[in-house]
């Protein structure tokens, strides 16, 4: 299974096929990604605009596997923001640079 990421995710058969395994047609399109996706065994974990999401590696479909923390309550704090904002990671934590 190869996982491709640029503003979507897509699933491929890399070592049958070669063919794209998901989205599949009529399913659920996701926000574009605002940073990379991980995989984790089976899960794909990826950052959105509107937070993040988990997707069996093998069907793309949404499945909360793993706890992902909120990062709104730690990016309360100036130092915070600053940090995140510097390591250029904002956009992955669904904030634009430098907002609150």
Do not use: H
């Amino acid at each position: 299974m190869l996982v491709l990421c640029g503003e979507t995710m897509f699933g491929v058969d890399a070592g049958g096929t070669g063919k794209l395994i998901w989205p599949k047609p009529g399913q659920r399109r996701r926000p574009p990604l605002s940073g990379p996706a991980v995989v984790i065994g089976q899960t794909v974990i990826a950052p959105t605009a509107d937070g993040f999401v988990q997707l069996d590696v093998g069907t793309g479909e949404e499945r909360p596997a793993y706890a992902v923390p909120n990062f709104r309550r730690f990016l309360g704090t100036d130092a915070a923001r600053a940090a995140v904002n510097d390591a250029g990671a904002a956009r992955a934590v669904g904030l634009a640079s430098g907002s609150r």
